[in-house]
């Protein structure tokens, strides 16, 4: 008789009451993905288990990471041929299929984050029990990837907690909580880290009992109400998504609309749906915008804690923000401002983001302790990042820097949130100049995902090299850019708006303008965008960059400001605020492709010219910062990426159509050659 092949990510053992535990450790790997190689081993694993019955079964992680993350991204790639990727997406369907039927108990043991199909497989278990946690770790996050679940969740996780609390997880892709997963019904147990293997002994011992959506959930699935709800759902989700650029929320619907999760075909439906979600450019997109997420992570080199505590001066709107995020983070922070009243709104406004985002027992007030408010300065010596967040003045900067040098450690940092200004102009005032880097945060802070990490030709490689990990460590997106004005989002940025402040000067309403944005896919337009940053930091990003633009500073910006009309912040700007929502005059028809054109155009072109001028590396870098810096439409991709796929011939052919009609500000970047050549794109 054959040799069983020797396993190489599952691990099978039997306790002395014929439990088996089987443990997935990923080789080669710091976190568990179905791969498909773990998914065909675990087939092998369930044959050898069929052929040795234990008394009941617990799956578990062998990573202290967590339990799955989901399926191997990586691989989406490759399955371009719509029957291999259906053949192994239903071979994935009988497999969960098979271990939903096994004769015995099973019980999934969930450490951490049980994402996508980690939780879909843990679903075809009988019993689910979840560490404790306050973190936000079991979901169904595909359709941030342009998809919705493929291994059987929209079935099951309607037949477990029915439609009203199944369908906001999967159109939302946000997880919840342990202690939320058992409110809901979608896990058994929360059980503490010392207990765990008690519980499941226990459970795996016992039947799991019939399981059943709430009994409203299943009125609602009744045929002509099931029609009803699945029309208010698409209506909610157009809010948000058009079907055009985002189609699998409204595939997720249409799924329950025509199987309301019964039977056989629900499944097969669903197999079918995720294979043709798969073959859409926002899924290939999406999937590029996640590869590009993990890029940013590995530019920060192997995850570290490389601080402990961060001393902010400035207490305004950035400053107190950022150290508002760097205390939820765990990080002890000292908070400086002149005077005391300028840090309270600052220590108010952390107190309200620790009470909406830490929920777990005493999380919040521990990260009110860590915050302090240090109007002397008393923490820049024990501090190992000092961030400067001052306004923007390159002298007030200067001689800030000649304080705080003599007081810090030789091995801290110094770190600027300047938005505009280059490094070298502000080095000079240090004795160690190689010390100061850029770490230009976004506002919102708690929001904005990315931290550009700026070097000037004085700043040495390890203090680039600490900005970058302190980045990671603070769960934000590090983009190395090379200290040039503007960096790379404000430049983007700069003609996009300027662009605007044209349109609206001859006479196009504002709101159209917006529109012409929006109808592109970008998150808002950008007149509200403008009011959003603050149009005295708008007027002041302009005067720094007119002349690397090209372009003169709208005097409309200098009117509105010099009227205190800075925008969202003080209740008007070039809209009026109301509960903090701009207050815009509805415009319907069709929207002119020309201002389009002119707007995302003269965005594309700035994109191209700062890859001209190295202001990052490479044009998947242009693109990152553009998706996760200014909310680029990631389900195009990002900027270079859609300019390649629509062709750069096209694109310089209308942008000289641009030049010819509205000026020289259109004429077509140097850059554009090298978007060309990029051979990651060849293929």
């Not at 929360?190 to 959506?213: G, I, N, Q």
């Not at 995302?600 to 190295?614: I, R």
Request: glycine share 8%; proline share 7%.
């Amino acid at each position: 008789m054959n040799k069983p092949a020797q396993l190489q990510h599952w691990h099978i053992a039997y306790d002395n009451e014929r439990i088996a535990w089987l443990c997935l450790d990923k080789a080669g790997a710091s976190t568990n993905v179905l791969s498909q190689s773990v998914l065909s081993e675990l087939n092998e694993v369930l044959d050898r288990l069929q052929r040795d019955p234990p008394r009941g079964l617990v799956v578990y992680s062998g990573k202290d990471s967590g339990f799955i993350a989901g399926a191997d991204i990586s691989e989406f790639p490759a399955l371009r041929e719509r029957e291999d990727a259906l053949e192994l997406t239903l071979q994935g369907h009988a497999l969960f299929a098979r271990l939903e039927q096994l004769p015995w108990p099973s019980v999934a043991a969930i450490n951490g984050h049980a994402l996508g199909g980690g939780l879909e497989l843990a679903l075809a278990c009988g019993w689910r029990i979840a560490l404790d946690s306050s973190r936000r770790s079991l979901g169904l996050p595909e359709v941030k990837l342009g998809l919705h679940p493929g291994l059987g969740g929209t079935v099951r996780l309607v037949r477990l907690i029915g439609v009203r609390a199944a369908m906001p997880m999967m159109l939302t892709g946000d997880p919840v909580t342990p202690g939320k997963a058992k409110k809901l019904g979608l896990v058994d147990r929360v059980v503490s880290p010392e207990d765990w293997r008690e519980h499941a002994r226990e459970l795996a011992r016992r039947r799991p009992p019939t399981r059943r959506a709430p009994w409203p959930d299943r009125l609602l699935s009744l045929g002509p109400v099931r029609g009803l709800l699945a029309g208010q759902m698409e209506k909610q989700v157009a809010r948000r998504a058009k079907r055009e650029h985002y189609p699998a929320p409204y595939a997720m619907i249409e799924l329950w609309r025509r199987y309301a999760a019964r039977g056989q075909r629900a499944f097969e439906a669903e197999a079918r749906s995720f294979v043709e979600l798969m073959r859409t450019p926002t899924s290939a997109h999406l999937v590029r915008v996640y590869g590009l997420q993990e890029r940013l992570k590995r530019e920060a080199g192997e995850k570290r804690d490389v601080a402990a505590h961060v001393h902010v001066v400035g207490a305004g709107v950035m400053g107190g923000d950022i150290a508002a995020w760097c205390a939820m983070r765990g990080l002890s922070v000292t908070l400086q401002d002149r005077e005391m009243k300028y840090i309270e709104p600052a220590l108010q406004r952390a107190g309200e983001l620790f009470d909406k985002r830490l929920r777990g027992p005493g999380e919040a007030d521990a990260a009110r302790a860590r915050l302090q408010a240090d109007v002397d300065g008393l923490g820049v010596p024990q501090a190992d990042i000092v961030i400067e967040a001052i306004f923007e003045d390159r002298d007030a900067k200067q001689a800030l820097y000649r304080a705080l040098e003599p007081r810090m450690q030789d091995s801290a940092i110094l770190a600027t949130n300047t938005s505009s200004i280059p490094l070298q102009e502000l080095a000079p005032a240090l004795e160690q100049p190689g010390r100061l880097v850029g770490l230009h945060f976004f506002n919102p802070v708690a929001k904005l995902p990315l931290v550009e990490v700026v070097s000037a030709p004085q700043t040495a490689a390890d203090t680039a090299a600490l900005a970058r990990a302190f980045t990671r460590q603070i769960g934000k997106l590090p983009l190395p850019c090379r200290s040039l004005p503007g960096f790379l989002v404000n430049r983007i940025l700069a003609p996009y708006m300027a662009e605007a402040m044209e349109l609206a000067r001859e006479g196009v309403p504002l709101p159209l303008i917006d529109r012409a944005a929006t109808d592109f896919g970008m998150p808002m337009g950008p007149v509200e965008l403008a009011d959003s940053v603050g149009l005295d930091i708008a007027l002041h990003v302009s005067e720094t960059l007119a002349s690397v633009i090209g372009r003169p500073i709208a005097p409309e910006l200098k009117t509105l400001v010099e009227a205190g009309k800075l925008g969202r912040k003080s209740g008007e700007g070039f809209y009026a605020y109301r509960d903090g929502k701009p207050q815009k005059e509805r415009v319907s028809g069709p929207v002119d492709p020309e201002l389009s054109d002119r707007l995302m155009l003269a965005y594309l072109n700035e994109a191209a010219n700062c890859l001209a001028d190295e202001v990052v590396g490479d044009p998947d870098l242009v693109d990152a910062g553009a998706i996760f810096g200014t909310g680029f439409a990631p389900f195009r991709g990002g900027p270079m990426r859609y300019a390649w796929e629509t062709g750069i011939d096209r694109i310089e052919a209308r942008l000289r159509e641009l030049a010819e009609r509205h000026g020289e500000r259109f004429s077509p970047s140097a850059g554009w050659q090298r978007v060309r050549e990029f051979t990651d794109w060849q293929s």
